[in-house]
């Protein structure tokens, strides 16, 4: 489709992007919190995410751990579980990522870096870190910018 973008590049920050980039054999990861927002009688969920892709940006592996409704939320398992995650991935350097679009389903939820096509004529192409929104790219595709 027209305008879909084939890569999205992430710099590294200090915020939602602060743990992705490479491992030591060129892998590139993002390592991520997303979450399931309370709506209505959904109480939301909180995962932890770890995204690994290969060197051309295509995924790899999608490893994505739920840790139940906020309500009842143990942060320290969760923190614990996202220590781990950044652990088995070895030696890493912290950078910029360029991989593409995707989409995996885990827990009844779509997670991933989403592609939304206009819904107007005069709208653009996005992309979603999902669930949660909470890392929203538009072009060009190669700033390394995102929205909160």
């Avoid at 060197?55 to 939320?73: C, T, V, W």
């Avoid at 989409?103 to 819904?119: D, H, M, Q, T």
Wanted: some cysteine; proline content about 7%.
């Amino acid at each position: 489709m027209e305008g879909r973008p084939k890569l999205i590049a992430i710099d590294h920050d200090d915020y939602h992007a602060e743990h992705i980039g490479r491992t030591h054999d060129g892998r590139q990861f993002i390592l991520t919190n997303p979450f399931d927002p309370a709506i209505g009688e959904n109480p939301g969920c909180e995962f932890v995410a770890l995204y690994t892709f290969d060197l051309s940006g295509q995924l790899i592996d999608a490893k994505i751990d739920s840790f139940g409704p906020r309500s009842s939320l143990d942060d320290d398992a969760r923190r614990a579980k996202y220590d781990e995650r950044l652990i088995s991935l070895g030696d890493v350097s912290f950078e910029r990522v360029e991989v593409a679009p995707f989409s995996v389903e885990r827990f009844g939820l779509e997670f991933g870096l989403i592609a939304r096509p206009p819904e107007e004529e005069d709208d653009a192409w996005a992309v979603e870190m999902q669930p949660g929104n909470y890392m929203a790219f538009f072009e060009p595709w190669d700033s390394g910018e995102y929205d909160t």
